[in-house]
Nanobody, 115 residues
Framework: QVQFVESGGGSVRPGESLRLSCVAS????????VAWYRQAPGQERVLVAR???????AYRGIEPGRFTISRDNVKNTISLQMNSLKPEDTAVYYC?????????WGQGTQVIVSS
């Protein structure tokens, strides 16, 4: 089982940027697709970005160009660059597969966007 450790969250003001990182406990090279999710307070966890081994990328519910997902199959990391952050981006962010069966969920990393 692959386990993920997310980091990089924090408290920022609207318009600022954060770069989230997710480190896997094992190789992700054989995982065709990986993704970032977020769970806002009182809401369900939702997928925000996914990336395949071929480099195919898709975002959901994010304005084009504001978030950028990437993966490094050598370092077994998945990153999410988030720019022009808004209060509605406030959530706990997680990484995992974009489809079931999911790996065990990590602790996530908290992002708070507030003026």
């Amino acid at each position: 089982q692959v386990q993920f450790v997310e980091s990089g969250g924090g408290s920022v003001r609207p318009g600022e940027s954060l770069r989230l990182s997710c480190v896997a406990s094992a190789s992700i090279a054989n995982i065709p697709h990986v993704a970032w999710y977020r769970q806002a307070p009182g809401q369900e966890r939702v997928l925000v970005a996914r990336i395949g081994n071929t480099g195919a990328i898709a975002y959901r519910g994010i304005e084009p160009g504001r978030f950028t997902i990437s993966r490094d199959n050598v370092k077994n990391t998945i990153s999410l660059q988030m720019n022009s952050l808004k209060p509605e981006d406030t959530a706990v962010y997680y990484c995992n597969r974009p489809v079931t069966p999911f790996f065990p969920w990590g602790q996530g990393t908290q992002v708070i966007v507030s003026s």
